[in-house]
């Protein structure tokens, strides 16, 4: 898994490629042959800056830009199987915002994880989150990886993430070590 922080390397687009435009998350397409630059490499996805703009390139399209693509491996999961607590936060924890290269646990983004029986069988995973802004347009997607982490712990049956906004998010939610990685202590 890529897990580098800014890169700044220069990077051509080898093909047309499917994006998500930061901070706003809507979807367009960089075209073959635009130039950018790689501002952030972490969780399996790549921050690009394209024409003064930011995207987001999913690391099954690294190819794109030259990069090694990031393949999400399918574990079996098992329906009687126990999860493992500390692998589910590290499955959150391989999650970044595409604009600060914290992860979304040590910037204080996750308020609650809570575990139950599934009707299925397997563990529900019950997610509470924030984001650093109420009008952050890329919420939803960031929300959407860390259920499709979450999903990829074996013993998990279902995830469920919310979005809640009380409390607000604050620079005293982040972890120490976030705050530091920030230059904010």
């Known amino acids: 898994m890529i897990n580098s922080t800014s890169t700044e390397e220069v990077i051509t687009f080898s093909r047309d490629c499917d994006a998500t435009m930061i901070p706003s998350g809507t979807k367009g397409k960089i075209i073959k042959g635009e130039r950018g630059i790689i501002t952030q490499s972490l969780g399996g996805s790549f921050t690009v800056a394209v024409n003064g703009n930011l995207y987001r390139i999913e690391g099954e399209d690294a190819a794109v830009i030259g990069k090694e693509p990031v393949i999400k491996e399918k574990e079996e999961r098992k329906k009687g199987q126990t999860v493992d607590e500390k692998a589910v936060w590290d499955a959150m924890r391989s999650c970044y915002d595409p604009e600060i290269p914290v992860n979304v646990v040590d910037l204080g983004l996750i308020y609650s994880c809570d575990f139950s029986k599934a009707e299925s069988g ?38 469920m993430v919310t979005l809640v906004w009380d409390p607000p998010w604050g620079q005293n939610m982040m972890t120490e070590v976030a705050r530091l990685q920030l230059g904010l202590l």
Do not use: R
């Open 122 to 159: 397997g563990t529900l995973v019950d997610v509470s989150m924030t984001l650093t802004a109420p009008g952050c347009g890329m919420g939803p997607i960031i929300a959407q990886e860390v259920e499709q982490k979450i999903l990829g712990v074996p013993g998990v049956a279902d995830v």
